[in-house]
């Protein structure tokens, strides 16, 4: 499964999917949703995949970075925030089996 630079979501599970132009990669860190953040890249795609050539922030050894404390959904409650960095890193760290 392809899972988001980031760890956010197996692209192939989202439910914006069809809808999105494909996610992160096909993009090149550009997904739909980005426009409400006010950048052009998103942030943690932008340092693993463009500055570090990572395929994902599992290769990273400072995972979870300051970006990920950083760059929250301004949606989400600092509890939920909090939650998702933890899952996030979570899945990337078990990704890394199949580096």
């Given at each position: 499964m392809?899972l988001?630079?980031?760890g956010?979501t197996?692209c ?20 739909f ?7 052009e890249v998103?942030?943690?795609y932008?340092?693993?995949v ?12 400072n ?7 950083d760059?929250?959904?301004?949606s ?8 998702s960095?933890k ?7 078990d990704s890394?089996?199949n580096?």
């Amino acid at each position: 499964m392809n899972l988001a630079p980031c760890g956010s979501t197996y692209c192939e599970k989202c439910e914006a999917k069809d809808s999105c132009g494909g996610g992160c990669r096909e993009s090149k860190g550009k997904p739909f949703y980005l426009s409400g953040f006010g950048v052009e890249v998103c942030l943690i795609y932008d340092c693993a995949v463009n500055k570090n050539g990572y395929y994902s922030c599992a290769e990273c050894e400072n995972l979870p970075c300051q970006l990920y404390y950083d760059w929250k959904d301004p949606s989400n409650t600092d509890e939920e925030h909090m939650q998702s960095v933890k899952e996030r890193t979570i899945l990337l760290k078990d990704s890394r089996k199949n580096l």
